[in-house]
């Protein structure tokens, strides 16, 4: 899929996340990459051929204090080329986009990796983060 198709994609799953979720977004933004860099992987704990489908970089809001101002954006990367290698049509690519983008969330919003595989898995969702 051309690159600016996956955007539009990731932008549309942002757009359809409830208001209320949206507006307790801080200092935050959204990027999409091709594949993770070897030092994203590093950090994540990843080795391959395991992957990532997004990844959450910064300070979750439950850790921030007061020493927390000036500080660059905290980032949200989703990383095309694995969700597409996972995704059997546009739609399901959609989908995987949008668990993604809520896994990743979750993370800024200070849940550890723990508690987003019970909900996910509550919500029967993959675990290929």
Do not use: C, K
């Not at 959204?30 to 051929?49: D, K, S």
Request: proline share 8%; glycine share 6%.
């Amino acid at each position: 899929m051309h690159s600016a198709r996956f955007q539009r994609l990731v932008a549309q799953a942002v757009n359809e996340l409830p208001q209320e979720l949206l507006s307790l977004l801080d200092n935050v933004e959204i990027v999409v990459e091709p594949l993770p860099a070897p030092e994203q992987l590093r950090r994540a704990g990843i080795e391959p051929p395991e992957t990532l489908l997004g990844l959450y970089e910064g300070v979750p809001r439950t850790a921030r204090g007061g020493f927390y101002h000036l500080v660059p954006p905290d980032r949200i990367t989703i990383f095309q080329q694995p969700i597409e290698a996972i995704s059997q049509d546009e739609e399901e690519m959609f989908r995987h986009i949008q668990e993604t983008i809520l896994h990743e969330l979750a993370h800024h919003f200070g849940f550890d990796e723990a508690h987003i595989q019970a909900l996910e898995q509550e919500l029967g969702w993959g675990s290929d983060r």
